[in-house]
């Protein structure tokens, strides 16, 4: 069963443009949403975090945008840039007495041509 | 400081031998996550450990599979018996624990395994 369905796999985005991805959860006691960007041969990176209290947080060129009644979440990625091409994974996880183990989606891979 | 980093970074083996891989949490991190990435897969859980906790060993897909955290540092993962399946990235992660929750994760380099 696959708790966490991401999409698209894969995207190309011209530099400037904006990378959009998407998620959506079936669990409904999932209470953190965070995004992790991996380049490769190197382990996730944290880049952005929601709880699900708030529809929206924006940190630099990144947002999240969440919709708990649909039970949907997505990464936002403004004036995307060629650095930013990379694997981009959602995940989520019960993180009050769940002991915040994440599950993630299945991953974009983000290509940000000139 | 210093990152989480997880030793070998590659190891090959054959079919039927066991392994370890080790990993050193950021000092402090009180909570440490092993996951899987493999291609069939993607990136899923396999074991938590939390201070003096009983870990959470609900990830681990079969009996081969144990871990083990001594001085509530450095864990070592062992794989015994090891099956071409076993084939992928094993990620370690640390977070701090506040308030009884455990943060933002921190993953290490991954150990690529490879089973001949």
């Known amino acids: 069963q696959q708790q966490v369905k991401q999409s698209p796999q894969s995207l190309i985005v011209q530099k400037g443009g904006i990378s959009i991805i998407n998620c959506a959860y079936e669990n409904t006691a999932f209470d953190y949403f965070p995004w992790y960007q991996q380049f490769p041969g190197k382990g996730p990176a944290l880049l952005i975090a929601i709880r699900p209290d708030v529809s929206e947080k924006k940190e630099g060129r990144f947002t999240i945008s969440f919709n708990k009644s649909a039970k949907q979440f997505s990464l936002h990625i403004m004036d995307s840039q060629p650095g930013d091409s990379a694997t981009y994974f959602c995940a989520a996880s019960k993180k009050t007495g769940g002991g915040n183990k994440l599950t993630f989606g299945t991953g974009t891979q983000l290509k940000v041509e000139l | 400081g210093a990152g989480v980093s997880q030793s070998p970074s590659n190891k090959v083996t054959e079919k039927g031998k066991d392994v370890e891989l080790r990993c050193d949490p950021i000092s402090g991190h009180t909570a440490l996550y092993w996951y899987r990435q493999s291609l069939g897969q993607g990136l899923e859980f396999l074991i938590y450990?939390?201070?003096?906790?009983?870990?959470?060993k609900s990830g681990l897909p079969s009996d081969r599979f144990s871990a083990e955290r001594t001085g509530g540092s450095v864990s070592t993962l062992t794989i015994q018996r090891t099956q071409q399946e076993d084939s992928a990235v094993y990620l370690c992660a640390s977070s701090p624990v506040r308030g009884g929750s455990s943060y933002e994760q921190y993953f290490g380099p991954g150990t690529r395994l490879t089973v001949t």
């Open positions: 450990f939390q201070g003096n906790s009983a870990p959470d």
